[in-house]
């Protein structure tokens, strides 16, 4: 299934979408009562994919960051990759941080000199969890998404702490959708910027795979409906300057595009 969050008429829904591909005007939206953590029930109430406005798939109480999950991001910006073994590199993005399809990634000019891309496989947690062991992370996951763990990356370097680097307002990109029926282990993932490739990886060049990620995040803190997990992005990443178009796409799930604007 891939699950959308939606708005129709000034409100805000979740729906199924169905059709085939991707394109606007081959699919349609079913919306489905209530929120989708929990049996779905779909409506008779559809609506053309081209007359809705997409969201971000959900409105996380947190995102959940991994760095230097891919060894070849890490050594390009001079960093050694941990081993599986080792501690993972785990940091917070705030829920303000998250837009969704088509919205707008606001460079903070005059604060930040160097806001870079980073495409990655998004996991969306269904239902509370805390200490989850490896082998039960399908039961607690609701599906994948993209995500663009937008970054100020002259920030990052020189303040060490990664939170304002990486917490801006909209710094987040989530979407279109949720896929609910996709193996993680081994998918394409890009990143286009005005229609030039910069990133071109594949999951299986994680250093942690997903369900490993779960279980890890999951002894420290409870993961609650909706939260999200970002997996870690391959090498590639580059800057990004106002007026741009950033496009993520992940094999089995589609594409999520921003364009890049000054804040106000």
Not at 79 to 100: H, M, Q, R, Y
């Amino acid at each position: 299934m891939r699950i959308a969050r939606f708005s129709v008429d000034d409100e805000v829904k979740f729906g199924l979408v169905e059709g085939a591909g991707e394109q606007p005007d081959a699919l349609e939206v079913a919306e489905i009562l209530g929120h989708p953590f929990g049996p779905i029930q779909v409506t008779q109430r559809r609506w053309p994919l081209s007359r809705v406005r997409l969201l971000s798939p959900v409105l996380p109480s947190k995102v959940i960051g991994i760095g230097r999950n891919y060894a070849e991001h890490a050594a390009e910006l001079g960093n050694e990759a941990p081993g599986k073994t080792d501690p993972a590199v785990v940091f917070l993005k705030p829920s303000t941080s998250v837009i969704g399809p088509s919205d707008a990634i606001q460079y903070p000019l005059g604060v930040s000199f160097d806001v870079q891309h980073e495409a990655e496989l998004a996991v969306v947690i269904g239902r509370m969890c805390r200490q989850v062991p490896v082998a039960r992370v399908p039961e607690v996951v609701l599906g994948y998404t993209c995500g663009n763990d937008v970054t100020a990356r002259d920030l990052q370097r020189a303040e060490k702490q990664w939170g304002r680097a990486k917490g801006f307002d909209t710094f987040c990109p989530l979407g279109p959708w949720i896929e609910t029926e996709l193996d993680p282990s081994d998918l394409a993932i890009t990143c286009t910027v005005d229609n030039e490739l910069r990133q071109a990886g594949r999951t299986a060049q994680m250093t942690r795979p997903v369900a490993d990620l779960v279980s890890y995040v999951s002894e420290a803190m409870t993961l609650l409906p909706g939260d999200v997990i970002l997996t870690g992005t391959p090498s590639g990443v580059g800057p990004i300057v106002v007026g741009q178009q950033v496009s993520v796409g992940i094999e089995g799930i589609g594409n999520l595009t921003n364009r890049v604007v000054a804040r106000d």
